[in-house]
């Protein structure tokens, strides 16, 4: 599903690549986490992905098409298929919760019938029901994420990338969203998510990506997080 091969991506005026000659295979289905210190290269890799920025050197590979050589128009489809969750929610503030999720598919032109019909699904399954006319402030932190992952998600898409999902989270409400996006895992959804979260990570036992210095130094099925901040 997703390929990285020898992939190096050194920023303009950057003395040293944020990646350095990794290469990774995720297949379908799989839940991956990425670990590592600050400034390892975790969100470069997910930009990667969704080609916010293109290689260095290298080939980025998603679903058998290697996204370097998209042309630029077809780079909103690759992006449709990946739904983007990250630490701060990214909610519009000034639409309500069942407008947050519809946006998503209004956007992309879905027809009016079947946004009627995902929104109020979706946001049974991330446990919103009830509160689709409430806007984001009128909702805790755990539920403004059930929100964002509502409308990552809404889309079905084929990869679901996380972006430090629970960083802004007490425990407690971080299991809850952790258990969503587990249950979003069984239906198909590729999930990688990048976090700092050692208590997480070792509780799900998945498997574990760990970057250092924009290099690939464990790839562990099952794993723990395993480093020390
Ligand atoms: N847009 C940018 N321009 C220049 N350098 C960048 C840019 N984005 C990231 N970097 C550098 O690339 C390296 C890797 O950064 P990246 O954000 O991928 O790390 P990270 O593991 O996600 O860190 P964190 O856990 O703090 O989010 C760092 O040295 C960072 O300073």
Known sequence: MIRFEKVTKAYPGQ??????????????????????ASGSGKSTFLRLILREYRPSSGRVYVAGKEINRLAG???????????????DFRLLQ?????ENVAFALQVIGKPKAQVESLVPETLEMVGLEGKGDRLP????????????????????????????????????TSVGIMKLLDRIN?????????????????QMRKRVIEL???HVVRDQARGIYGYQN
Do not use: C, Y
Request: overall charge negative.
């Open 15 to 36: 003395a040293r690549s944020a990646l350095e000659q990794v290469s990774v295979d995720v297949e379908k289905g799989e839940f991956v986490f990425l670990v590592g």
């Open 73 to 87: 128009w077809k780079v909103p489809r690759l992006r449709r298929q990946i739904g983007t969750v990250f630490q």
């Open 94 to 98: 000034n639409k309500t919760v069942t």
């Open 137 to 172: 402030d009128e909702l805790s932190g755990g539920e403004q994420q059930r929100v964002a992952i509502a409308r990552a998600f809404v889309n079905r898409p084929m990869i679901l990338i996380a972006d430090e999902p629970t960083g802004n989270l007490d425990p407690n």
């Open 186 to 202: 069984r239906t198909g959804t590729t999930v990688l998510m990048a976090t700092h979260d050692a208590g997480i990570v070792d």
């Open 212 to 214: 250092e210095d924009g």
